[in-house]
């Protein structure tokens, strides 16, 4: 295998993190493999950041982030909102990886939650030719409210994503990252097909795709010297990639005094994402705010606690680290309030917290109740980006049309 294109989609930082550890592990199997990425902002920038070949397209790709943060209200997402204008810029999406296509060959395409690459392909035929590799965590839209709009959009998803398993050009795989159990053993909807065994007939379950060994980061006390921090009890407090979800931020900056009259050389870091802008922020001492923060894992790993959305990577990352944490699934977040949640809790990973209702004073009381406490989660299959490697890299060239 000598080119790939890989094509990092969805929104976050969660994605370009995992894609990132598989084309290590691609590269290490195929070495002088070439990879041309196509992405969007924020995982453009992470990417820019790792030196990795962005095609000149990418400036063209439609950003998922503000369109997530747009249609949001604050930690609040509104599935109908955001569906009404995805299709629209997935469209477009399709159209420039039609163009980036155009000329070149690639023995293989690598798409993370890209699902504008399918619809391109059933506009475009000439497309299903090419061998093309799907990757996704979870499985259907799950509709959280009886609103009938919300409803109607998750059937009209789950009814295209079940027929797309099922009549997929023999052309394209799917890696499932995660385990079979990760897949409700439920239908997609009312006369659809069951959600796991369609994954069990379609997709390669690879575990867990995360950039590290946690038995290299082990220690917080080992962490906390290489990274700098002080020998305190440390509260890592993180959003992810988008605008969504800076309530966290407000909700961890003024529960941190009430968290210093029982814990008085508390220390608190806040990682807001490359849509973050710390400057305007009034920080007591003792509080930190960050950006984009690299290997934000190995801050995890030195943490005491840690205060996160609830998204599918620094969940799943927490958990390989055995470190405690509070997670937050945005409401209304169809993957985070069911998919998400629901593997923490089979692992009895994190504790689930809620937006609805929450304050300073009931969020200090948690840091208070957990940080610095003993966990043992199960032991989780981490080594996914090795697995999904290999599995791409055995696929062969099919001809184009």
Known sequence: MDRVLYW????GLGHVTRDIAIAKQLRELNPGLRIDWLAGDPAREVLRDEGENLLPETDSIENGNELAASTADGPWFNLGRWS???RKAWERNGDV????????RYDVVVGDECFEAPMAMARYPELAFVNFVLMYDYLGVRALSWNPLERLIARSYNRFWSRSMQNSHNATKAIFIGEREDVPDERFGLLLPN?????ERGCLFVGYAIGFDPVDLASPAAMKQRLGYEDHPLVVCSIGGTAVGHELLRLCLEAYPLVT?????????LVGGPAFDPGGLE????????RYVPRLWEHFAASDLSVVVGGGTSTMELT???????????????????AVAERCARYGAGTRMSFAGMTPQLLARAIID????????PSIPVDGARRAAEYITSLTTLPRA
């Open 97 to 104: 990886y039609r163009e980036a296509l155009s000329g070149v």
């Open 261 to 269: 009259r029982e814990i008085l050389d508390a220390r608190m870091v």
């Open 370 to 377: 957990n940080i610095g406490r003993k966990v043992s989660y």
């Open 195 to 199: 959600k796991r065994e369609a994954a």
């Open 283 to 290: 920080l007591p001492e003792g509080v930190t705010a960050r």
């Open 8 to 11: 990092s989609g969805s929104i």
């Open 320 to 338: 390989a680290l055995q470190r405690p944490f509070l997670h937050f699934p945005l409401e209304g977040h169809h993957e985070q309030q069911g």
């Open 84 to 86: 009404m204008g995805v």
